[in-house]
C-alpha cells in the first residue's frame, strides 16, 4: 500500500467524483489487471482478496472472477466500502433495492418482460461494470430485439432507465 499511495490516492479521487464525471471502463480495468498480472504477480486480486479475509471479516461469497474482486479491492482501498465484499453481491443488492423502490414509488409496476430486461442489464452490468445504449445491440440484448425491443418496452423512459441503473447499481 505505501509503494502504491500515489496510485490509491488518484483512484480515491476518482471514486469521489459525482457518477456522471467518472467515465470507467472494462478496458481501464482490464488494463490494471494485466499490469497487476506483468509487474506484480503477488498483487493479484485473488491472493490479495485472501490478506484482506486473514485480516478482516470478508461478507458474502468470493467474487465470480478476478476483475470482479478487483473492483471489489479497489472500493475497499478507497473507502467507498466500509467491508470487503463481492462487487456482484453489491450490485445484485442495489439492483433489488432499486426494484423495491419502483414497486412501492411513484411507478407502475414492471411487467414480467420489463423486469426480464432489467435482470439483463443489471447482469450485463455485473460483468462489464458499465452499460451503453448501443450494448442494446450486442448478446443478450440483440436475441430479444435489441434497441428497439428496449424502446418499445420503456418508451421515452429507456435512457433515464439506462443512466439510472447505472449510478444505482454502482453505487
Given amino acids: 500500500m505505501e ?6 490516492k488518484a483512484l480515491s479521487i476518482f471514486y469521489n467524483q459525482p457518477y ?7 478496458k481501464m480495468i482490464k488494463d490494471v489487471m494485466e499490469k497487476l498480472q506483468l509487474e506484480k504477480p503477488l498483487l493479484a486480486p485473488d491472493y490479495v482478496w485472501d490478506a484482506y479475509a486473514t485480516l478482516e471479516e470478508v461478507k458474502g461469497k468470493q467474487p465470480k472472477d478476478e476483475l ?19 462487487y456482484d453481491s453489491t450490485i445484485e443488492a442495489n439492483f433489488n433495492k432499486w426494484i423495491f423502490k419502483q414497486h412501492t414509488g411513484q411507478h407502475n409496476r414492471f411487467s414480467q418482460e420489463q423486469l426480464d430486461w432489467l435482470r439483463m442489464i443489471k447482469d450485463h452490468v455485473v460483468s ?5 445504449i448501443d450494448d442494446l445491440d450486442y448478446t443478450p440484448f440483440d436475441a430479444k430485439g435489441g434497441k428497439g425491443k428496449m424502446h418499445q418496452l420503456f418508451g421515452n423512459q429507456m435512457n433515464d432507465i439506462i443512466n439510472e441503473l447505472n449510478e444505482v447499481l454502482a453505487a
Fill in 3 to 8: 509503494a502504491n499511495k500515489d496510485e490509491i
Fill in 20 to 26: 456522471n464525471r467518472r467515465d470507467i471502463t472494462f
Fill in 68 to 86: 470482479t474482486a478487483l473492483v471489489s479491492l479497489i472500493r475497499r482501498a478507497c473507502g467507498i466500502d466500509s467491508e470487503l465484499k463481492a
Fill in 128 to 132: 462489464s461494470y458499465h452499460i451503453e
